[in-house]
């Protein structure tokens, strides 16, 4: 028995892209905070915190990010990866974000609680799509970041086990019916 419990531990830590490593803390100046949506200055001149982030504030973030998150396009596929010799999902979406002080858990599943849940239809760049690639696990294992919103049509980054750091489309089979919620960070 305490051979098949760690046989299945053992299994579900592989079937995802998830990673093993511990998410740091990550503070600078300028700091976005990804939980509460606010801004904090940390000068000695003073120390504001303006919340909530306005709407074309975070169009630009979010564009910023998609550009950022470009960068790494080609990059291989490498479980727990975050540097360009290799990276998985949550690894792409936790560095892009890093770069912008902000800090999210560094497991795929573990961001799908982060931010608000939105409408599909609502999804701006910037915002991130989760999926469940496994249809024997009812769990968020994949994660992506919106790279371009046109109606009935929305692409996104991700890395996958096949080809690496891509960008595709929602509309395309696979990941239509893997597909599990949009949430917004910004």
């Given at each position: 028995m ?5 046989l299945l ?8 892209c ?27 001149s ?6 909530p ?24 596929y ?32 573990d ?55 891509i ?20």
């Amino acid at each position: 028995m305490h051979k098949l419990s760690l046989l299945l531990c053992l299994l579900i830590c592989i079937s995802s892209c998830k990673s093993t490593k511990k998410t740091t803390s990550y503070s600078k100046t300028n700091s976005i905070s990804a939980s509460n949506n606010t801004i904090e200055t940390n000068s000695t001149s003073n120390d504001a915190v303006l919340a909530p982030i306005d709407r074309e504030a975070s169009k630009h973030l979010g564009t910023e990010l998609r550009d950022y998150a470009k960068q790494f396009e080609g990059v291989r596929y490498k479980y727990g990866g975050t540097t360009t010799k290799g990276m998985d999902c949550s690894g792409l979406v936790y560095e892009t974000f890093k770069a912008y002080n902000i800090d999210l858990p560094r497991v795929s599943r573990d961001m799908a609680l982060e931010g608000s849940k939105i409408n599909i239809e609502d999804v701006q760049v910037g915002d991130l799509l989760f999926f469940q690639t496994n249809p024997k696990r009812n769990t968020i294992n994949h994660v992506g970041l919106v790279v371009a919103s046109r109606t009935g049509n929305v692409e996104f980054i991700h890395s996958t086990t096949s080809k690496g750091v891509i960008t595709s489309s929602l509309a395309e089979r696979y990941w239509y019916y893997s597909f599990k919620e949009a949430r917004r960070i910004l």
